[in-house]
């Protein structure tokens, strides 16, 4: 079964504007957390924020936050004033405590940010 | 400056010459992991190594191989390259424990003809 589920193959946003990545997880381990990253076309993967199954917080690093919702096993992540250089691959990714040794990816979303 | 180096970040061969993709970490980490990235798929993780000389396979080990016979290098060989080994591979690295990041190298692109 597909243990990480990112729905939106590609996006457009406006410059400035909010974005919404969709992602949701499968897993029956109490204690996981969850990354997101980006890969420009460049190719790096460059991490962009956390959130463990733990935190009574939703996880925010500048423009990027998560909205974790537990009970419905997802954690989608918002981008907020897109700026032209949002332009990349996001991907969502699980690290469960039973298999911390590596990271569950979903297929990745391209969001493309328009002037 | 954490640093995950691989190399060659681009390669082209034929099928069947063997090659090895280098990994390096200066972090300490325990924790080393090989990943191929494929258009639609994210990355599947290929081989994974515990510490040195701890190795265990990934979710698309068949026609790979490692070793870990120091902390900081975790090479990924190719013994008999195929076509369908043709992607984008990345070497990672962490510390032990869930909210550690995992860290990746910039990629290595290998094409095989």
């Known amino acids: 079964a597909q243990k990480i589920t990112q729905t939106q193959p590609g996006m457009f946003v406006q410059e400035k504007e909010a974005v919404t990545l969709d992602c949701t997880y499968d897993?029956?381990?109490?204690?996981?957390?969850l990354f997101w990253y980006k890969q420009p076309s460049s190719g790096e993967m460059i991490f962009l924020i956390y959130?463990?199954?733990?935190?009574?917080q939703n996880a925010t690093e500048g423009r990027y936050s998560l909205n974790f919702q537990k009970a419905r096993k997802s954690a989608n992540l918002v981008i907020s004033a897109s700026q032209l250089g949002d332009s990349a691959m996001y991907f969502c990714?699980?690290?469960?405590?039973?298999?911390?040794?590596?990271?569950?990816f979903g297929a990745g979303t391209t969001v493309t940010v328009r002037a | 400056e954490a640093q995950v180096t691989q190399n060659p970040r681009y390669l082209i061969t034929v099928t069947g010459k063997k090659l090895t993709v280098t990994c390096s970490q200066n972090?300490?980490?325990?924790?080393m992991s090989w990943y191929r990235q494929d258009p639609g798929l994210g990355l599947r993780q290929i081989y994974y190594?515990?510490?040195?000389?701890?190795?265990d396979k990934g979710d698309v080990p068949e026609g790979y191989k490692v070793s870990r016979k120091e902390k900081r290098n975790f090479p990924l060989i190719l013994e008999s390259p195929s076509p369908n080994q043709t992607s984008l591979y990345f070497c990672?690295?962490?510390?032990?424990?869930?909210?550690?990041?995992?860290?990746f190298g910039e990629g290595s692109w290998l094409t095989v003809v």
């Open positions: 990672a690295s962490s510390s032990i424990g869930l909210g550690n990041t995992i860290y």
């Open positions: 990714a699980m690290r469960e405590g039973s298999n911390d040794y590596k990271l569950s």
């Open positions: 972090m300490n980490h325990e924790y």
């Open positions: 959130q463990g199954s733990y935190d009574q």
């Open positions: 897993t029956s381990d109490p204690s996981y957390g």
């Open positions: 190594s515990m510490n040195v000389e701890v190795t």
